[in-house]
């Protein structure tokens, strides 16, 4: 068995990491991916690795020269690099390709070695590496029959979204026996190459085989193994979060604060999102509509706030609409001047946006964080302060004050002159739905002093949409922040999620009915788990002390590294004083069974 690894190319997307250099020697976490395969090579039995060069190929050969001595290299040119794509590579190395029983390899991949293993220990002679289709794969992809052959390749042109249940990607990993390359590819590379040129990719020999010849050539599907090719910055980017050590990668993920759907398989108990909507019937009323909204401008904040007025049924002179509540946040505590109460442990997007000279801070003494209206009015009573910020249900704890119990803090907080801001994004997820929120007319009118925050992203499930309403009777504030932000401060596609919400608004009810249903089992059975105490929560996380076996930093990267689940670990948050404490998000039942297993596992 021997490799051979196709590195002519140029990697013109990596910009300047590849300017001077091919694409294999661009470093991952400080490994340059040449280092990495031939490394992974080096543990194979193999009669020698062949490399096909190109593009700063002499730099290549420089480098390695007197590396990796364990193996054997030898080194195939391709001189017209720039004009040619990888059917070219693959056809100068016809002569070693004709001699053994191949391992072919792209050289932009990185992939954990047991990969290698995988391909190996197939009986199949001819096979090609294949993983499940998702959104941040792009290349050639296959479609298989019940025995794993590949009846088809799908070149990046013939893709269709209507078809991806069907789809597998191809790894570029590729086993061919000498028979195959002898009998079968080369003599259909050399023919595709004289009547369609070199500037063709290697697939598409392989997909003319499989359409008009039974080849033998099988998949051989994944299950959850680690790959990633990498042919742009962000590429370089994911791939250096997924292939660090454990506390690097929990560091590069936190960092990127979301966007974890371009991590395979990344399982997130950390963002706080609504699981059981919008329903699928919504989705698809937007996405027939996806072209105008694309291609059109959205309106301003006048028709906006007239849009969010009637999805809460307000008058919208009370609302101020936001490209997320973290934008209404900004914009809120900027308006305040003066000292603000913040009960700690807290949301930190407040008192991250003030000087924190002016936060007075409120801890809980409970050990569950619990406290009641009474707590903070006999705290703060002596306080001399321009607003008093409540989270409710409170985060990272969980904890909720009743209605008629804030409405008494507006009350007391009146009467001392004290802007009191309530942030309620949680609130829908409370026992006693739908009868906790402040966002009436009425309400908003008796207490002029009184704001209210909510993130739509939270309650409603639509996180990428950006969405968030800020409502209050002061005039003054409300003038203030419309003119702070951005006219077009929210897209299209929010201000259509808007407009037909009402439509939805029964689902949305049901949704929340749900989820408290499934919040009270999946705490019992976090319950079980002998390491952990669930703290009670009226919102959509958990908040747990971890009482045995593990730090809470040490349970977050092992459920990282072990089970790809990424959990908040709040030991570091201010209020908890280092003591080991997680934030669980609250998913549906799957996902929620699957996080109770590998606590159980571990």
Not at 195 to 212: C, D, K, S, W
Not at 358 to 380: C, G, M, N, W
Not at 500 to 521: L, N
Not at 559 to 580: H, M, P, Q, V
């Amino acid at each position: 068995m021997q490799a051979i690894i196709l590195a002519a190319g140029m990697g013109r997307r990596l910009g300047e990491f590849t300017r001077n250099n091919t694409k294999c020697m661009v470093e991952v976490n400080g490994v340059r991916l040449i280092d990495r395969l031939l490394g992974q090579l080096a543990r194979l039995d193999l009669s020698r690795v062949v490399i096909v060069v190109g593009y700063e190929g002499a730099k290549l050969k420089e480098y390695l020269a007197g590396k990796h001595e364990q193996i054997k290299i030898e080194y195939v040119e391709n001189p017209i690099y720039d004009k040619t794509n990888n059917i070219y590579s693959l056809w100068l190395a016809k002569k070693q390709l004709l001699e053994d029983d191949t391992l072919l390899i792209e050289s932009d991949l990185i992939f954990e070695d047991s990969l290698f293993e995988l391909i190996l220990n197939c009986e199949d002679r001819n096979v090609a590496l294949v993983d499940k289709y998702e959104s941040w794969m792009d290349g050639t992809m296959v479609r298989l029959d019940d025995e794993r052959n590949i009846v088809n390749f799908i070149p990046k042109k013939a893709f269709k979204y209507s078809d991806i249940d069907s789809y597998y990607k191809t790894v570029n990993i590729y086993k061919f026996s000498r028979e195959f390359s002898t009998n079968i590819y080369m003599p259909f590379l050399e023919a595709y190459t004289r009547a369609l040129g070199n500037n063709e990719y290697y697939e598409q020999v392989l997909r003319v085989i499989t359409l008009i010849d039974s080849c033998d050539l099988k998949a051989l599907p994944l299950n959850g193994q680690k790959w990633y090719e990498i042919d742009d910055v962000q590429d370089l980017r994911i791939a250096e979060a997924m292939f660090a050590e454990a506390d690097a990668k929990l560091k590069k993920y936190q960092n990127s604060y979301g966007g974890y759907w371009r991590y395979p398989g990344m399982l997130d108990f950390c963002y706080l999102v609504n699981p059981y909507f919008p329903r699928p019937r919504m989705i698809e009323e937007i996405k027939a509509n996806f072209e105008p909204l694309l291609r059109d401008y959205p309106s301003g904040m006048g028709v906006n706030s007239l849009l969010a007025g009637k999805y809460f049924s307000l008058r919208q002179e009370y609302v101020c609409v936001g490209n997320g509540a973290a934008e209404l946040i900004k914009s809120l505590m900027g308006y305040i001047k003066g000292r603000v109460g913040v009960v700690y442990p807290t949301f930190e997007e407040y008192p991250n946006r003030y000087d924190k000279d002016r936060i007075v801070t409120f801890v809980p003494e409970d050990s569950d964080f619990s406290y009641t209206a009474d707590d903070l009015k006999h705290y703060f009573a002596e306080q001399e302060l321009e607003a008093l910020l409540l989270i409710n249900p409170d985060n990272p704890s969980g904890n909720f004050i009743s209605k008629d119990d804030v409405l008494d803090m507006a009350a007391w907080c009146e009467q001392r002159g004290v802007r009191f801001i309530v942030d309620e994004s949680f609130v829908d997820f409370a026992d006693g739905y739908p009868d906790n929120s402040l966002l009436h007319n009425d309400i908003l009118a008796a207490h002029p002093t009184m704001g209210v925050m909510k993130s739509i992203s939270k309650s409603y499930g639509v996180p990428g949409l950006r969405l968030g309403v800020f409502a209050t009777a002061d005039e003054k504030l409300i003038g203030h922040m419309r003119s702070d932000v951005a006219i077009w401060n929210i897209n299209s596609f929010a201000e259509f999620y808007m407009q037909i919400f009402g439509k939805y608004e029964s689902d949305y009810r049901a949704a929340c009915y749900r989820f408290i249903e499934e919040r009270s089992r999946f705490r019992q059975e976090l319950q079980k788990i002998d390491y952990i105490r669930v703290i009670p929560s009226q919102a959509n996380y958990f908040l747990c002390e971890i009482t045995a076996r593990f730090t809470a930093h040490e349970l977050t990267l092992q459920l990282l590294e072990k089970y790809n689940i990424l959990i908040k670990d709040c030991s570091t948050k201010k209020g908890f004083a280092g003591r080991n404490y997680i934030r669980i998000a609250i998913r549906d039942r799957r996902d929620n069974d699957r996080l109770v297993e590998a606590l159980n596992n571990l």
